[in-house]
């Protein structure tokens, strides 16, 4: 059965405070790895798509990494819009359904 | 950019009504879904189709239904709300030759 366990649950950080959140997963055959970010309230908002192992993608602050057991969000110099809870899903070749991670709430003080 | 709306931002219904959400796309999607997200237990789909009038059970259908009369609109029914249904339910769609799963803002639902 396909499992995503996300770590921390929760990360409080400092302004300028780099940090990564980390996503394990296991999954028959992957076909992606995808990172979301969910303000309170709101829809998850798309981040990255990752495919295979040692690919990167960047953006911003914020630069995903993959391996194949698990996927680092890497935060450069948080600033507090940085808040928000990220969301780590993986999906298999076999189908279409995201299988979702619980997610890390992220907060960054000033 | 991909826009998907849903009916409803906060919906307040009692128990034992039928409750209505919509979901619709303007990009012609094929394949369309539904989670719920609760507290402690992160998203869980449960319902998605992959074409009009096409529709298959995620992880946990029970309680639900669904409809997909026309490519653009995807409705999750809900025969005759229960408590436990209250959640935050929320639909997604993905465009045609990507993999990535676009989110509408989402339906806040209580059932008193």
């Known amino acids: 059965e396909d499992q995503v366990t996300q770590s921390p649950e929760a990360l409080r950080l400092q302004e300028g405070e780099s940090s990564s959140l980390n996503c394990s997963y296991t999954?028959?055959?992957?076909?992606?790895l995808f990172w979301y970010r969910q303000d309170p309230g709101k829809g998850p908002e798309f981040l990255f798509t990752l495919y295979s192992a040692g690919e990167e993608k960047e953006k911003e602050r914020l630069k995903a990494t993959l391996t194949k057991k698990e996927s680092f969000l890497h935060i450069t110099a948080p600033k507090p819009e940085d808040s928000a809870t990220y969301l780590c899903a993986v999906q298999a070749v076999s189908g279409y359904a995201l299988n979702f991670g619980k997610g890390t709430s992220l907060l960054v003080t000033p | 950019d991909v826009k998907v709306t849903q009916s409803s931002r906060y919906l307040v219904k009692r128990t034992g009504e039928k409750v209505f959400l919509e979901c619709v796309q303007d990009?012609?999607?094929?394949?369309m879904f539904w989670y719920r997200q609760d507290p402690g237990l992160g998203l869980r789909l449960i319902y998605f189709?992959?074409?009009?009038?096409?529709?298959e059970k995620g992880d946990i259908p029970e309680g639900y239904s669904v409809s997909r009369e026309k490519k653009e609109r995807f409705s999750l029914i809900l025969e005759s709300a229960s408590t436990n249904q209250t959640s935050m339910y929320l639909c997604a769609t993905v465009s045609p030759g990507e993999d990535t799963q676009y989110f509408g803002p989402g339906t806040r639902l209580t059932v008193l």
């Open positions: 990009m012609d999607h094929e394949n």
């Open positions: 189709s992959y074409d009009v009038k096409m529709k």
């Open positions: 999954v028959s055959g992957l076909r992606g």
